[in-house]
């Protein structure tokens, strides 16, 4: 007896899609529309999904028949992927009553590079979200002008930060120094008793376990490279923080790739018993506000620091020194410690992570360990001396969003995009000390508003239609 056909063997299945209007979706209108088993005995065929129009395969996702994740791959024409998904998500009856819209929607679609998206940035997509850009400055940075990128859509942010950008070129710029490089991972792996954890414990921190381990890491990336790791016991689980060098990559996945395996080597030592629960056991920490990241640091850590002239205080900030040392002092420090602040003793410095992030392909989430950042300030010989101190920076110049092309250009325009061809490293290090910088140019900028009591006016100037 034959073998049941594709269309034979789902002829029977009950479509339970409301009926639409399928309008002018395809650009060459059917004179006759096709049965679903028509339709899914075409999909049978060898060229499968590609030999379907538009309308047919929508059908066919709403009827199940279709993963709407699996467009692309099925269609080898991301484009038309994401045309027919936002079909499929307008016309999906449990949700059409808020989703019919997306079809005509003002979200754009076309003309968008989404190979390189796909299997790296995003999935299910369905268009992109477009943002303005700004560029603040130009800012002197360590003796080179740098303009610098901001996606936002807060009005003022831009304007302000290159207010701040001239008040400190006018002190001869901004220097920065990097005190620290070290991405971090921190498992969690546990024991059936406490005498066995601590005596992993002790094993990690010796010579030859963290010889062992350090080994065991470096092996797995040309990059990454361990520096550190330490571990802190809680009842039968311990905590493990790995801290490496990345290269020029943020460095998530290199470090977690390290990470395990030498998870592996070491219960090849006598840890035979260990149970890893988690490869990440938040110990990290990553995207959580965390004591650990703004004492020990994670990313790159830097400090940035500007000399302001007194006149200069005065003319461009409409304030002067003494108003603003106090007001630093109040609002930054004492205000952020009656809070219980984690890190937050600065004025708005995820303003400009976050703007910068979204410009240069970061991963946004991580502004919340990357804005912890204390701002200092004091007279010194009557001109006012502004730092930003600021542990854990975390971003990197390869992979993730970086390889989009309009990002990519971002980082051009810092001079950072790619790999430092020479040293492996330095590209995203230079990124982290402008980010620093720039903030440094932000936190000047608001306490001065402030100080001089213009934030207001500022704001319905440039932040209202």
Same mark, same amino acid.
């Given at each position: 007896m034959?073998?049941p ?7 029977d299945?009950?479509?339970t ?7 002018e979706?395809?650009e060459?209108?059917h ?6 088993s ?12 590609m030999a ?9 996702s ?10 692309e791959?099925l ?13 499929i998500v307008?016309?999906t009856s449990?949700?059409t009553?808020?989703t019919?819209?997306?079809e005509h929607?003002?979200?754009?679609y076309e ?9 790296a940035c995003?999935?299910?997509i369905?268009?992109y ?19 610098i990128?901001? %996606?936002?859509t807060e009005?003022?942010?831009?304007? !302000?930060t $290159?207010?701040?950008?001239? +008040? &400190? ?7 920065t120094?990097l ?9 969690c792996v546990?024991?059936?008793t ?16 963290r010889a062992?381990m350090?080994e ?7 990059f990454?490279r ?5 571990a802190?016991?809680?009842g ?6 790995f801290r490496?060098?990345?290269?020029d ?12 395996h030498a998870?592996?080597?070491m ?6 018993d ?15 506000p %965390?004591?650990?990241n703004?004492?020990?640091g994670? !990313?790159? $850590?830097v400090?940035?620091? +500007? &000399?302001?002239p ?6 461009t900030?409409k304030?002067?020194v003494?108003?603003?040392v106090s007001?630093?002092?109040s ?7 009656m809070a ?5 003793f600065?004025a ?9 992030f ?6 946004p ?6 804005s ?6 004091r ?8 730092t930003?101190s600021?542990p854990?920076i975390?971003?990197g110049?390869v ?7 309009p990002q990519a250009?971002?980082l051009d ?15 995203a290090k230079?990124?982290?000390?402008i980010?620093a910088a720039a903030v440094?140019?932000?936190?000047l ?8 009591g213009h934030l207001?006016?500022?704001?319905m100037?440039h932040?209202?239609?």
């Amino acid at each position: 007896m034959a073998s049941p056909t594709f269309a034979e063997k789902v002829a029977d299945t009950v479509i339970t899609t409301t009926e639409v209007d399928l309008k002018e979706f395809d650009e060459v209108p059917h004179q006759t529309k096709p049965t679903t088993s028509e339709s899914l005995e075409k999909f049978g065929h060898e060229s499968g999904a590609m030999a379907l129009t538009n309308d047919e395969i929508v059908k066919l996702s709403l009827a199940g028949k279709i993963p709407a994740h699996s467009l692309e791959k099925l269609l080898a024409d991301p484009a038309r992927a994401v045309k027919i998904r936002r079909a499929i998500v307008s016309r999906t009856s449990q949700t059409t009553s808020k989703t019919a819209s997306l079809e005509h929607s003002q979200l754009p679609y076309e003309d968008y590079d989404y190979g390189r998206a796909l299997g790296a940035c995003c999935e299910n997509i369905i268009g992109y979200m477009p943002t303005p850009v700004g560029v603040a400055g130009p800012l002197i940075i360590d003796g080179e002008s740098f303009y610098i990128p901001m %996606a936002t859509t807060e009005g003022a942010l831009v304007a !302000g930060t $290159s207010r701040g950008c001239k +008040a &400190i070129n006018a002190g001869g710029g901004a220097s920065t120094v990097l005190t620290a490089d070290a991405m971090t991972r921190g498992p969690c792996v546990r024991f059936r008793t406490i005498s066995r954890a601590a005596k992993a414990k002790a094993w990690i921190e010796s010579s030859l376990g963290r010889a062992v381990m350090k080994e065991a890491f470096d092996s797995t990336s040309r990059f990454a490279r361990l520096q550190s790791i330490t571990a802190a016991l809680a009842g039968t689980e311990l905590f493990i923080r790995f801290r490496s060098t990345t290269g020029d990559a943020m460095g998530m996945n290199m470090i977690s790739k390290g990470a395990e395996h030498a998870l592996k080597v070491m219960a090849e030592n006598g840890f035979e018993d260990m149970l890893v629960i988690a490869i990440s056991g938040n110990y990290c920490t990553d995207k959580k506000p %965390a004591a650990i990241n703004w004492i020990e640091g994670r !990313g790159k $850590s830097v400090v940035a620091e +500007a &000399i302001i002239p007194r006149d200069v205080v005065e003319k461009t900030l409409k304030t002067d020194v003494d108003t603003l040392v106090s007001l630093n002092t109040s609002k930054n420090l004492v205000g952020g410690a009656m809070a219980g602040s984690i890190g937050g003793f600065n004025a708005h410095a995820a303003n400009m992570i976050t703007a910068i992030f979204i410009a240069t392909g970061q991963d946004p989430a991580q502004n919340i360990a990357s804005s912890n950042c204390l701002t200092s300030m004091r007279s010194l010989d009557g001109d006012l001396q502004i730092t930003v101190s600021m542990p854990s920076i975390e971003v990197g110049t390869v992979g993730g969003g970086t390889i989009l092309k309009p990002q990519a250009a971002m980082l051009d325009l810092l001079g950072v995009r790619g790999s430092h061809q020479t040293n492996p490293g330095d590209n995203a290090k230079r990124l982290a000390r402008i980010i620093a910088a720039a903030v440094l140019a932000g936190e000047l900028n608001l306490c001065g508003a402030l100080a001089a009591g213009h934030l207001v006016a500022s704001h319905m100037k440039h932040n209202r239609k």
